[in-house]
């Protein structure tokens, strides 16, 4: 059983930045596909970001392309997602999720993909 926690989330104004972290417990995080999810209130879950077990592979929901990244580092098994110039649209709880993949480069963009979860961190962004 994989265990996700995340951190880092907070109210930042918009057109600051914010790091946010997910620590995985087991050390075959190096082998686990890994996203970013989020949910605002009465809205659906929604695909933020994806990296491959590699980090090879990355890709991003278009509201989010070039303001958002992703990063692992897998000697740490720790995710990251860096969140430049936000906007208060970027408003949610932020989930980290992963999933444990036999291809090095694959990713997963559906949160029905993924087997494992965070509880989740909230990130509020003041206009």
């Known amino acids: 059983q994989v265990q996700l926690v995340e951190s880092g989330g907070g109210l930042v104004q918009a057109g600051g930045s914010l790091t946010l972290s997910c620590a995985a417990s087991?050390?075959?995080?190096?082998?686990?596909?890994m996203g970013w999810f989020r949910q605002a209130p009465g809205k659906e879950r929604e695909f933020v970001a994806a990296?491959?077990?590699?980090?090879?592979?990355?890709y991003y929901a278009d509201s989010v392309k070039g303001r958002f990244t992703i990063s692992r580092d897998n000697a740490k098994n720790t995710l990251y997602l860096q969140i430049n110039t936000p906007k208060p649209e970027d408003t949610a709880v932020y989930y980290c999720?992963?999933?444990?993949?036999?291809?090095?480069?694959?990713?997963?963009?559906?949160?029905?993909?993924?087997?494992?979860w965070g509880q989740g961190t909230q990130v509020t962004v003041s206009s």
């Open positions: 999720a992963a999933d444990l993949k036999e291809d090095p480069n694959a990713v997963a963009f559906s949160p029905r993909l993924y087997n494992y």
């Open positions: 990296i491959s077990w590699s980090g090879l592979r990355k």
């Open positions: 087991e050390r075959i995080f190096s082998r686990l596909a």
